[in-house]
C-alpha cells in the first residue's frame, strides 16, 4: 500500500506535467493566432498598395506596334514584376519574355510584343503586370503563383 507522501509526489508531478500542457497548448494557439494575424495584415497591405500598381504607358485605347514599350508603376518593389499580354480574341494570358526592371522609385519598364509577324494587326490586346516573388518563365501563363497580384488592365490595339 502506498503512503500519503508517495501520492502526493504523484499528484504533484501529474499537475506539473498538466501545467506544462497548458503552457504548450496556449503557447501553440497564440503562435497560430500571431501568425494568421500576420498573415492577414500583409494581405491587407497588399489590397491597399494594388490601385498604386499600375500600367502608365501605353494608356487605355492607344494603339502598340508588334514589339513595344511598356511601362508603370510598382509599390511592390521585393517582388519580380511580368507583363501579361492576353490577345481578347483568344484570351490566352502570356508572360512577356523577361521581367521589368524596376528603379529605386518603384516605377518599372519592359518590352512586350503583341502577336506575330503574321497575326495580330488590328486586333485589341490586355495588358496587364503581375507581381510575384516566383521566377516565371516566358509563354502561356497556365499556372498562376500563390502570392501574384495582377494590376488592373490597359486595352490597347496593334496597329501594323
Sequence with gaps: MKNKSQVSRFEYWAGVASI???????????????????SDI????????????????????DFVEMND???????????MIY??????QTGDDFIQDT???IDAGGFWIA??????AAVGTGQKFLIRAIATQDKLSAGPLTKKPADVIFSEGVYV????
Design 20 to 38: 506544462c500542457g497548458l503552457i504548450v497548448t496556449l503557447g501553440g494557439l497564440l503562435y497560430t493566432v500571431w501568425k494568421d494575424t500576420k
Design 42 to 61: 500583409k494581405r491587407v497591405e497588399e489590397q491597399i498598395a494594388r490601385p498604386q500598381f499600375r500600367v502608365t504607358y501605353p494608356l487605355d485605347g
Design 69 to 79: 514599350l511598356v511601362k508603370g508603376w510598382t509599390p511592390y518593389s521585393n517582388k
Design 83 to 88: 507583363i501579361v499580354i492576353t490577345p481578347i
Design 99 to 101: 521581367n521589368a526592371k
Design 111 to 116: 518590352r512586350a510584343i503583341f502577336g506575330t
Design 157 to 160: 490595339t496593334r496597329k501594323r
